[in-house]
């Protein structure tokens, strides 16, 4: 995946998944395989999939949230993005990278959830 081989990375993780089906990081990449192409529904199964198996685990609410910010609903995607911010400290480094998140990142609502993550 990382490498651009989106088919092949997408055929494994598909194996992966054949052999055990509850595997969720290999959900969660096939999400971003299919955000990737442009498969949103399919990208939202996954992921969704991925959290009902772990919800301790930051990756799929922050893809969700990267994929409510490419529909521009920010309210949505600031839902998942705090979810994924409890979960994991690593969130505020991705978000502030993330061409995904510039119009989360610039709204009004963003920017006084930070500052409820800083009083923490």
């Known amino acids: 995946q990382r490498t651009w081989e989106h088919?092949?990375?997408?055929?494994?993780?598909?194996?992966?998944?054949?052999?055990e089906p509850g595997h969720v990081r290999a959900l969660?990449?096939?999400?971003?395989?299919?955000?990737?192409?442009?498969k949103t529904e399919e990208a939202m199964a996954m992921f969704g999939k991925a959290i009902v198996l772990k919800r301790d685990y930051a990756d799929p609410y922050y893809n969700l949230a990267c994929l409510y910010a490419r529909k521009k609903e920010i309210?949505?995607?600031?839902?998942?993005?705090?979810?994924?911010?409890?979960i994991s400290n690593e969130v505020k480094d991705w978000v502030m990278k993330d061409a995904d998140m510039?119009?989360?990142?610039?709204?009004?609502?963003?920017k006084k959830m930070m500052e409820g993550q800083k009083n923490r």
Do not use: C
Request: charged share 20%; proline share 2%; no cysteine.
């Open 7 to 19: 088919r092949r990375a997408e055929a494994l993780y598909r194996q992966t998944l054949a052999i």
């Open 28 to 38: 969660n990449n096939l999400g971003v395989l299919y955000m990737d192409a442009q």
């Open 75 to 86: 309210d949505e995607s600031l839902w998942y993005l705090k979810v994924a911010m409890t």
């Open 102 to 110: 510039e119009h989360v990142v610039a709204s009004p609502l963003f």
